[in-house]
């Protein structure tokens, strides 16, 4: 979304939201009777969509004389006060009340998320499957039935962080045809197994599939595909290090291969090496992710916190 302006300060004399609702809230006077949505098209067209205009009102971000209203056809009367809770303050209770993920950012083209550990992308077998998929799609029907997402790139089961998704086949397109090119960091914290011994490196081979399914590296060109994973050291302790790693390529399990190449796999990572399962998960965690929109060309960046458990794990 746009950012909204506001017309003029808030009114102390109103019944207001919480504390907190009220440092995120923008306010506008109502001049003339009319109805709400008329009012909110026309105060933000054409900056603003109209169903990005209509989802101010699905996630409780209009309020009038401080009380929240979702009714497209509210009566407005001159002189009421209408209150705009930004959409950062308004998302965060959207996740509260209709989905376990936290979304960092939505527009009509993509929509941003912060995947749990232990949550699939999409299910490879059964339909009904609690997934990022399936919650995402049940969080934008309540906007409109007749809306979708798309998956644009996929996070292991049991890795968390950044993840993108498209809402429409046009955009999805236009993302995956363009992804090296457009993404300008994609950038993971890991936790690993025992102490690693330079600050930072780059680690450079190629990656192929066996019978098995399983990928392995080679320092040599054996036909698979060239993968290069920069990382740098963060801090480390005798049994474990954290590490900064940042991906030229995005090859499938490229850390995870990488890192037990080196002998120092993640942690909780038992099908490359890593029976150490001090985290109760994978020691992966998708920290970072930079883009270009894909409709506007705009830069486009986000960031997931490291969780406190790696921290804790490798002071």
């Known amino acids: 979304m746009i950012p909204i302006r506001s017309n003029q300060p808030n009114n102390p ?19 003339q009777d009319a109805e709400l949505l008329a009012f909110l098209l026309e105060t933000f067209q054409p900056q603003q969509s109209r169903s990005a205009i209509k989802r101010m009102l699905t996630h409780k971000q209009v309020y009038i004389d401080g009380a929240p209203v979702t009714q497209h056809n509210h009566p407005l009367k001159k002189g009421q006060t209408i ?5 950062k303050r ?11 993920i936290p979304v960092l950012y939505e527009d009509d083209a993509i929509l941003v998320i912060d995947k749990p550990a232990g949550m699939l992308t999409i299910a490879a077998d059964d339909p009904k499957a609690d ?9 934008v029907k309540v906007q409109d039935r007749n809306n979708r997402i798309y998956i644009v790139h996929r996070l292991d089961r049991d890795t968390s962080g950044v993840m993108v998704f498209a809402k429409t086949p046009e955009v999805k397109e236009a993302l995956q045809t363009n992804w090296q090119q457009s993404v300008t960091d994609r950038q993971y914290t890991a ?24 990928i392995y590296s080679t320092p040599y060109d054996n036909g698979g595909k060239h993968a ?10 005798k049994q474990y290090s954290l590490l900064e790693v940042d991906l030229e390529t995005g090859r499938k399990n490229q850390i995870r291969v990488h890192m037990q190449s080196i002998g120092h796999p993640v942690v909780g990572d038992s099908k490359y ?24 060309q705009q830069p ?11 921290l804790n794990l490798t002071k």
Request: hydrophobic residues 35%.
């Open 191 to 214: 936790v690993v197994i025992g102490q690693v011994a330079k600050p930072q490196d780059t680690i450079t081979s190629w990656l192929s599939q066996n019978k098995a399914m399983q």
């Open 228 to 237: 290069v994973t920069h990382y740098k050291l963060i801090q480390q302790n």
């Open 273 to 296: 090496g890593g029976k150490d399962n001090a985290l109760k998960r994978l020691g992966l965690h998708a920290t970072t992710l930079a883009f270009a929109h894909p409709v506007t």
């Open 90 to 100: 308004a998302k965060q209770k959207t996740v509260l009340r209709q989905t376990n």
């Open 13 to 31: 004399n109103q019944p207001t939201p919480n504390p907190t609702d009220k440092q995120h809230m923008t306010t506008y006077q109502v001049e």
């Open 131 to 139: 997934t990022a998929y399936k919650q995402l799609t049940e969080y």
């Open 300 to 310: 486009l960046s986000f960031t997931s916190k490291v969780p406190k458990a790696f």
């Open 83 to 87: 209150g705009i809770i930004n959409q």
